[in-house]
């Protein structure tokens, strides 16, 4: 079985301009979380998605947007890009709305903002 | 949340023991204590959870005392590929069920 898979691996922007990730769950499951990290930090929750509905948002800023489509796949969008968004961008996926059975992740996105 | 207090980095050499050793004063009743695993440029990895006392798996055993307060992440005998950041998460936030990460702690593993 194919674990969570994310794209792109890399991609460089620059400030100002928008960029879309993408993120693929384990098969059956139904959630899906972001997670951003900057170098030296450990991840910093984004977004929960579960059956296509937001379910929790971390502290950022409304430039970041997600959402979930009908066959469980997310989208992380985040528009007018700032040096300050370069990181390592993670998604986590769960069978449940909870954890209890465990978060997979990604090996993530590698975003950077010239 | 409780917070977690965990030492910032520890080196070892091959074959060694290594104990790693997470403060969570406030953990809270029904919180239940989980270790993860980064290698650079890689999602987190689950390694092992638990409640109290001693739970072990083929990777690692984790230990709790009586009061909770504290708990350590024994990794036997490591190798170089063990060299990673491990991360102790206690307890999640339920209204938004996220992990909620420190800065973890950096293992170098020397030959």
């Known amino acids: 079985d194919a674990g969570v898979t994310q794209s792109p691996t890399h991609l460089i922007k620059t400030r100002g301009q928008h960029v879309t990730l993408r993120c693929s769950p384990i098969?059956?499951?139904?959630?899906v979380s972001w997670y951003q990290q900057v170098l030296g930090q450990g991840p910093q929750f984004i977004f929960q998605y579960y059956e296509k509905e937001e379910r929790g948002r971390g502290n950022f800023p409304d430039r970041f947007s997600a959402r979930q489509f009908p066959n469980y796949s997310s989208e992380l969008n985040v528009n007018a890009l700032l040096l300050g968004d370069s990181a390592l961008y993670l998604c986590?996926?769960?069978?449940?709305?909870?954890?209890?059975?465990?978060?997979?992740f990604g090996s993530g996105t590698r975003l950077t903002v010239v | 949340l409780a917070k977690t207090t965990q030492p910032i980095s520890m080196d070892s050499y091959e074959g060694q023991e290594v104990n790693i050793t997470c403060s969570h004063n406030n953990i809270a009743t029904n919180d239940y204590i989980t270790w993860y695993q980064q290698f650079p440029s890689q999602g987190p990895r689950f390694i092992i959870q638990?409640?109290?006392t001693k739970v072990t798996n083929e990777v690692a055993s984790l230990f709790i005392p009586a009061d909770r307060k504290s708990s350590t992440l024994s990794l036997p005998r490591v190798s170089l590929s063990d060299t990673a950041v491990y991360y102790c998460?206690?307890?999640?936030?339920?209204?938004?069920?996220?992990?909620?990460f420190g800065t973890g702690t950096r293992l170098q593993v020397f030959p």
């Open positions: 638990g409640y109290k």
């Open positions: 986590a996926s769960s069978l449940g709305v909870t954890g209890d059975s465990g978060y997979t």
């Open positions: 998460l206690v307890g999640v936030d339920y209204n938004t069920d996220k992990l909620i």
């Open positions: 098969s059956g499951h139904k959630s």
